[in-house]
């Protein structure tokens, strides 16, 4: 499990190596929300393409390996103890939008530049992406109790249409 002490260990140690991260997935739900609301078997973080070899350099250091790679999309680092870090690189245009490339070249994730917000882990300010964004990334496949539980949140919380 990623507790939320872990979260913010791993976030103040890719900030500290210069690497800027936003939360998504559950964890990104429940900083929304401004509580956890639920267990975390990992962290999903989106992260600038440029700074990925800062950011590995780091996450290598503690102690960290690669242990599922589906570049261009998404790659797994997991550390000794099981915590788990599901990495999404993020290519940015100048108006601060972005994208994440797909396993679909031709169907890229996008990503508006009023999508990157904040919200709050255990009191600690982190980057996030949108209410909105969140619900548009929970499209497209059968979701899970967890993605139902975390769309519910942001229906009562947020008071957005959810997918689900």
Do not use: K, N
């Amino acid at each position: 499990m990623m507790t939320a002490q872990d979260l913010l260990d791993v976030v103040a140690l890719l900030r500290g190596a210069g690497a800027e991260v936003w939360l998504a997935g559950g964890w990104g739900v429940d900083a929304l929300v401004g509580e956890q609301t639920r267990d975390h078997r990992d962290i999903d973080l989106l992260h600038r393409e440029e700074q990925e070899p800062a950011l590995l350099a780091a996450l290598s250091a503690a102690g960290f390996a690669e242990t599922l790679d589906r570049r261009p999309a998404r790659f797994v680092y997991t550390h000794p103890s099981g915590r788990e870090i599901d990495l999404h690189p993020l290519v940015f245009a100048p108006d601060g939008s972005a994208l994440q490339q797909s396993l679909d070249p031709a169907e890229p994730f996008r990503y508006p530049a009023e999508c990157f917000v904040t919200g709050t882990v255990a009191g600690t300010a982190v980057g996030c992406i949108s209410a909105g964004q969140q619900a548009l990334l929970h499209q497209g496949y059968e979701p899970t109790g967890r993605d139902r539980h975390d769309m519910a949140r942001l229906r009562r919380v947020r008071g957005i249409v959810t997918p689900y």
